[in-house]
């Protein structure tokens, strides 16, 4: 195993920042469409059960990471919790999953800012946030700070022109759920919406660059989800509000279409500029994660050894962060935002149900990780075939190479 060490400087603003920028990202943008679909006027309750599910993975993961502030999360909690083969399977969800997320959130990006040049667009956003990265994480937290701030403007902007200008529209009925209650949609719908509220625990990937991580950890965990709770639920209801959950379901822009349809036409160039720019926030906080994971996992030599290397100057993993950003701008190239949602959802919430397992392990407050683990599970089997389909089958053809491997030795 190799002494490679990174460096504490990640402060409490800073890693809120980070969770913050994980979470708000193209999710807000792109996840509401497809889950009014699958629960139409139940969408609040959908919405509700992802945030109780995320809300228990995020105290799992605090609890773990006070314990382990490590780089890797809960590849690493996992391997020291229940062992080597559950800390390595959490690992490569992780990594696989939040690939397939990085791929959305490129694509996110080129949509909004050069519609009609995706692809090429999205490769190069690729790139140039795996070189931001590569000049260490404190530039990182600084973009992301900024971008934070612009992309909550641009949603208090769309609430507040959504709700003023919302007459004639759909109004509050649309709100509230009526008639059979449709469970798998609601729990699909929640499959869904949790992409958007997965990267609460992106700090706990960083947790070696974090100042005093006993009790920085869960303190910014916990805030970030709270702070985003509340956006979400704000923009769920004007969504409803304005344009009821059929069209909320058909819609490829819904916050756009919404203030479109809510008079403010002057908004929709301001919603696909945050869009944009909160696809790259979150593109900018998921390559860091991915990256640490990845580095943790060649540390174990999971992984090629080549990527267990930090920059003697910048001190961060160079060599995972640039072999993330070269997977992800091919894998932009195969991939559509929708289905990378439900693959990512699978291969998180499989993550999550990992460290879920490890925090029951720690003895005392077992309800929350029960809850957890429970919930990981039912959204995870929820989710559309084709993304349990593919999941399973990605996740299983990982769990295989790892048991060659030991075989082997």
């Not at 190799?2 to 969770?19: E, K, Q, Y």
């Not at 990265?133 to 769309?158: C, D, M, P």
């Not at 304005?242 to 929709?268: M, N, S, Y």
Request: overall charge positive; hydrophobic content about 60%.
């Amino acid at each position: 195993m190799s002494d490679n060490r990174l460096a504490r400087r990640l402060s409490l603003p800073d890693a809120v920042v980070i969770g913050l920028g994980a979470m708000i990202g193209a999710g807000v943008f792109a996840a509401f469409a497809p889950a009014a679909a699958a629960a139409g006027r139940w969408l609040l309750v959908a919405l509700a059960l992802a945030a109780l599910v995320a809300y228990c993975n995020a105290i799992s993961s605090a609890r773990l990471a006070t314990r382990y502030p490590l780089s890797g999360g809960t590849y690493v909690y996992g391997r020291e919790r229940l062992g080597p083969f559950w800390g390595y399977l959490a690992g490569w969800s992780f990594v696989v999953g939040k690939t397939a997320s990085c791929a959305a959130m490129a694509l996110t990006f080129a949509a909004y800012a050069v519609p009609g040049f995706e692809r090429p667009a999205a490769v190069l956003v690729v790139l140039a946030v795996t070189a931001l990265n590569w000049h260490g994480v404190q530039r990182s937290v600084t973009a992301t700070r900024i971008i934070v701030a612009v992309v909550l403007a641009v949603l208090v902007a769309v609430v507040v022109a959504g709700l003023v200008g919302a007459t004639g529209t759909p109004g509050p009925a649309g709100v509230f759920g009526s008639g059979p209650f449709p469970t798998l949609g609601v729990l699909q719908a929640a499959g869904l919406l949790f992409f958007a509220f997965a990267g609460y625990a992106r700090v706990a990937t960083l947790g070696e660059e974090v100042t005093d991580p006993a009790r920085t950890i869960p303190r910014a965990i916990v805030g970030a989800l709270g702070v985003t709770l509340a956006v979400y639920t704000a923009i769920a209801v004007t969504l409803l509000v304005v344009l009821g959950p059929e069209r909320t379901a058909t819609a490829t822009a819904p916050l756009a279409e919404a203030v479109t349809v809510a008079g403010a036409h002057w908004l929709v160039p301001v919603v696909r500029v945050g869009a944009a720019l909160a696809a790259a926030g979150a593109l900018l906080a998921l390559v860091l994660g991915v990256s640490r994971t990845a580095f943790a996992m060649a540390r174990d030599r999971h992984l090629p050894a080549a990527l267990d290397a930090v920059h003697p100057r910048h001190g961060v993993p160079h060599r995972a962060e640039l072999a993330v950003g070269l997977v992800v701008a091919v894998v932009v190239a195969l991939v559509d935002v929708r289905g990378a949602i439900g693959f990512s959802s699978f291969g998180v919430l499989l993550y999550y149900a990992v460290a879920n397992a490890s925090a029951w392990t720690l003895g005392r407050r077992r309800l929350v990780p029960a809850v957890g683990l429970a919930g990981c599970l039912v959204l995870a089997a929820a989710l559309p075939l084709s993304s349990v389909l593919t999941g399973a089958a990605v996740v299983a053809a990982g769990a295989l190479i790892y048991l060659v491997r030991r075989a082997r030795r």
